[in-house]
């Protein structure tokens, strides 16, 4: 009988409304260099993290300026939005709180640098909740490579197949699953056919974050580990 020991959650777009934030700065960064991207082939990157999407978009545009420069203009254009305008999910937050009053671990795994992980989650309140957060750039290869998730696993002495992740983004889903991870799937409303793109997730909320709350993900974790008593 499968048990659930821990429990991972991407950060942007999953915990953080962060997703239309990173759109404007990345667009914003790319047009500075030069290079113009439009709104559908970001949508495209959702997930990536800057780690794989900054090498992507110097190749394609043909950007001499160093990963670090590019890195620190996407970063400050991101935050001088995100200081301003970002929230946390409440329903994905109130999930999280069930999940430690449960006792089960949880941790962060995202593809953000580490100093954004840790000011986004102190200015959404939600630091404190998650005492472990790791970045992709701790790790050798940033998502759809499962390194992050197999990390965290590692740092909270679970296997990785009792894992459950939660992600926004079928680059997020992928590497899940090469983790062997189980993963919930929380797709934003610019993916057109979210059963297609996430169907090897184990559970999809079509509607995305406007279609999820924490008692519909509670009551499929019952169903799915009737081995933890929940």
């Given at each position: 009988?499968?048990k659930?020991e821990?429990?991972?959650?991407?950060?942007d777009g999953?915990?953080l409304?962060s997703?239309?934030?990173?759109l404007r700065?990345?667009?914003?960064m790319i047009?500075?260099?030069?290079?113009f991207?439009t709104?559908e082939e970001h949508?495209?990157?959702?997930?990536?993290?800057s780690?794989t999407?900054?090498?992507m978009i110097?190749?394609?545009?043909?950007?001499e300026a160093?990963f670090?420069?590019i890195?620190?203009?996407q970063e400050?254009?991101y935050l001088?939005?995100?200081?301003?305008?970002?929230?946390?999910?409440?329903?994905?937050?109130?999930?999280?709180?069930w999940?430690?009053?449960?006792?089960?671990?949880i941790a962060?795994?995202?593809g953000?640098t580490?100093p954004?992980?840790?000011?986004?989650?102190?200015?959404t309140g939600?630091?404190?909740?998650?005492?472990?957060?790791?970045?992709?750039?701790?790790v050798g290869k940033g998502?759809?490579?499962p390194?992050?998730?197999?990390?965290a696993a590692?740092?909270l002495?679970?296997?990785?197949?009792?894992?459950?992740?939660?992600?926004?983004?079928?680059?997020g889903?992928?590497?899940a699953?090469?983790?062997g991870?189980y993963s919930?799937?929380?797709?934003?409303p610019?993916?057109p056919?979210?059963?297609n793109?996430?169907?090897?997730a184990?559970?999809?909320?079509?509607d995305g974050?406007?279609?999820?709350?924490?008692e519909k993900?509670i009551?499929?974790?019952?169903?799915?580990f009737?081995?933890?008593?929940?």
């Open positions: 009988m499968s659930l821990a429990i991972l959650f991407d950060m999953t915990l409304d997703e239309p934030i990173w700065a990345d667009l914003a047009a500075s260099y030069g290079g991207m709104e949508d495209a990157c959702i997930g990536m993290g780690k999407f900054i090498p110097k190749e394609k545009y043909g950007i160093s670090d420069e890195k620190e203009f400050k254009t001088e939005i995100a200081r301003a305008e970002l929230r946390a999910f409440p329903e994905m937050v109130e999930f999280a709180k999940a430690r009053g449960q006792g089960i671990p962060i795994a995202s953000s580490g954004i992980i840790e000011e986004m989650t102190e200015l939600i630091r404190d909740l998650f005492p472990l957060r790791i970045s992709s750039h701790e998502k759809p490579a390194d992050v998730f197999i990390e590692s740092r002495k679970v296997k990785p197949g009792n894992c459950l992740v939660l992600e926004d983004s079928p680059l889903v992928e590497a699953l090469s983790a991870m919930v799937a929380v797709p934003p610019v993916v056919d979210p059963r793109m996430l169907k090897k184990d559970l999809v909320f079509e974050m406007v279609g999820f709350t924490s993900l009551t499929w974790l019952k169903e799915k009737p081995g933890n008593g929940f």
